[in-house]
């Protein structure tokens, strides 16, 4: 449980030592990301880079000094897609149920309708119960299982398909 204060920020390039650290800490535990290690350092930096550049969604919670966690929303590429933003997060161990997760997810999204984004959507593990919670609390809905889509340390699990739909906003009613 944390007990310091902690802040919401956009992330910034200063940033991106800390985010890779805590993106790798999480990954390790296995139980929870796609990958189990973060990407190479370089390779965070440019997704970080190309976040700012494109407006995508990034957070990060401070606590003191440390980085707590993230939630990110990257914008699909193709013109088709590009209405539709895929959203990645974690809290870091030991930091868990104290609201972080909420926080982050809460100000993501609020920027990715700044942004004009009209979809989110993720991939979940189906044992990855706390975050199938807090996903179906903010108003993602089950959208598909893909079934044995993940297999690790010889334990195979569901991956969860959600979605958060915003209704594309209306014309400006003209008074009188
Ligand atoms: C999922 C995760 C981001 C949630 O962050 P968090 O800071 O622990 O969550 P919060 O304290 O803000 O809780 C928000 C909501 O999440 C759900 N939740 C959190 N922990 C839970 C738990 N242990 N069991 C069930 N639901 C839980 C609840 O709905 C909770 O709302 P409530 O407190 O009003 O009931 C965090 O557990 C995490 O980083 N897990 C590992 C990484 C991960 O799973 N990333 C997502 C991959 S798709």
Request: hydrophobic residues 45%; glycine residues 12%; proline residues 6%.
């Amino acid at each position: 449980m944390s007990e310091m204060p902690v802040r919401i920020e956009p992330i910034s390039p200063k940033d991106v030592e800390d985010f890779c650290a805590a993106l790798d800490s999480v990954a390790r535990e296995r139980l929870y990301l796609a990958a189990f290690e973060a990407p190479p350092i370089e390779q965070v930096r440019a997704f970080v880079e190309t976040n700012l550049r494109e407006g995508n969604p990034h957070v990060v919670a401070r606590g003191g000094d440390r980085l707590l966690g993230w939630c990110d929303i990257t914008r699909h590429r193709s013109p088709l897609r590009a209405h539709c933003g895929v959203l990645g997060m974690g809290v870091v161990a030991g930091h868990r149920g104290a609201g972080i997760g909420r926080a982050l997810l809460g100000a993501a999204l609020s920027a990715a309708r700044v942004a004009g984004m009209l979809r989110v959507e993720l991939e979940v593990r189906g044992s990855n119960t706390p975050a199938i919670a807090l996903y179906e609390r903010m108003g993602f809905r089950h959208e598909g299982r893909k079934l044995a889509a993940c297999r690790f340390d010889g334990t195979t699990d569901d991956m969860l398909i959600m979605g958060l739909v915003w209704p594309e906003p209306g014309p400006a009613r003209v008074a009188g």
